[in-house]
């Protein structure tokens, strides 16, 4: 298996246009989780998913974030408009019920000028 | 909400001394989870540990879980190079699989 695999790498964007970052989980696991790394805020569950639905979206910041998934090998994370102070490294990572941890994708570097 | 705070924050050691990292969360947790960032990398997965006062050992890395299930430690036994990156615990709590990250400890080694 190829591992969580998200899209693009890197982005950078002028402030006010949307931004759409992508994932794809590891095939078998049922849970997809959303993350956004900072230095001030470190590791921040944005939101997750279990088998397709969104469980807890608590940790979205605003309206101007949303995420889908409408299979089980494909979620995005959408970012309309975006703003300076969305710039930071999005993490998609995938588990499976058992002692295994999530697997965590490269991430995408997101920057907004 | 919950919060799961590490200390220290950075530590520099000269290679071979040894490390440890200590995490404390607000809540009483399922399980809590390690994992390590290397720099410019991801979370990798170290260990789960589920049980009151259980130890695991990886070569060189022991952990701890609390008997309490609210604090955790991760010890490294003569560190190497290749121990360098930021290692967070993540707590879990009952009831949900959602993982409250720690503030991670930045390790650094000095040749």
């Known amino acids: 298996d190829a591992g969580v695999i998200q899209s693009p790498r890197h982005e950078v964007t002028e402030m006010g246009q949307e931004v759409t970052l992508r994932c794809k989980p590891i095939s078998g696991h049922n849970s997809l989780f959303w993350y956004r790394q900072t230095m001030m805020r470190g590791l921040e569950l944005l939101i997750y998913f279990n088998n397709n639905v969104p469980i807890d979206d608590s940790g979205m910041p605003e309206d101007r974030f949303s995420a889908k998934m409408p299979n089980a090998s494909f979620s995005t994370l959408k970012i309309q408009p975006s703003e300076p102070r969305d710039s930071a490294v999005y993490f998609c990572?995938?588990?499976?019920?058992?002692?295994?941890?999530?697997?965590f994708g490269s991430g995408t570097r997101l920057t907004v000028v | 909400g919950q919060q799961v705070m590490q200390i220290p924050q950075y530590q520099h050691v000269q290679e071979g001394e040894d490390f440890t990292t200590y995490c404390n969360s607000s809540t009483t947790l399922s399980n809590i989870q390690w994992y390590k960032q290397r720099p410019g990398g991801h979370p990798v997965f170290l260990i789960q540990l589920v049980k009151s006062g259980e130890v695991k050992k990886q070569k060189r890395l022991t952990f701890q879980f609390g008997e309490a299930k609210k604090n955790s430690s991760l010890h490294i036994t003569a560190t190497q190079t290749t121990d360098v990156g930021t290692y967070f615990c993540?707590?879990?709590?009952?009831?949900?699989?959602?993982?409250?990250f720690g503030t991670g400890t930045r390790l650094t080694i000095i040749p």
């Open positions: 990572a995938s588990s499976s019920l058992g002692p295994y941890g999530y697997t």
């Open positions: 993540a707590g879990c709590n009952f009831g949900n699989e959602k993982l409250t």
